[in-house]
């Protein structure tokens, strides 16, 4: 598997979880650092999701609540289900995040450090996630210890 790493835009754009337990939880987490237009599908959302106040259904996923959705994320613990969402996606044309199934992915997410208006993302082609996650943190501890490095001109 080869991942292209692009900026994409979202302005208006709304962002599908189908599951709304822990794993959801977590990417609502790193979504919620660029967009509010989160909409969650779930037969059970977690007190800690409906407490963000994000638009949420609590129903069997069905292939007509990918309307309207740009980009989905099949965040279940129920591998099938997260199966289904994804070909059903497919079959709509919307790019799919199975998470934890990078073969089953039209995308990944890398791991990101954002402040301001500036993104830093680093990305393992969906090979060693821990790996990407310790880099990140190396780098947000640098900037951090010098936070006016994101003001000063590059040369």
């Known amino acids: 598997m080869i991942f292209l790493p692009i900026s994409i835009n979202i302005t208006d754009k709304k962002i599908l979880l189908i ?4 794993i959801a939880s977590h ?3 790193f979504l919620e ?4 237009n989160i909409s969650i599908v779930a037969m059970e ?3 800690t999701i409906k407490e963000k106040g994000y638009t949420f259904v609590e129903k069997p996923y069905e ?4 309307e309207g959705a740009f980009l989905v994320y099949a ?5 099938e289900l997260n199966l289904r ?5 497919e079959s709509l044309g919307i790019l799919t995040n199975v998470v934890d199934n990078p073969k089953h992915c039209d995308f990944v997410s890398p791991a ?3 402040h301001d208006h500036m993104t830093i993302a680093v990305g393992s082609n969906a090979q060693d996630v821990y790996r990407s996650v310790a880099l990140r943190n190396k780098i947000k501890e640098y900037l951090e210890h010098d936070p006016t490095i994101f003001y000063q001109p590059v040369k």
């Open 19 to 22: 599951g709304g337990g822990r």
């Open 27 to 29: 990417k609502i987490g």
């Open 33 to 36: 650092q660029f967009t509010k």
């Open 45 to 47: 959302v977690i007190n």
């Open 63 to 66: 292939k007509s609540d990918l």
């Open 75 to 79: 965040c279940t613990n129920i591998i």
């Open 85 to 89: 969402v994804k070909a059903d996606a």
């Open 112 to 114: 990101i450090y954002k």
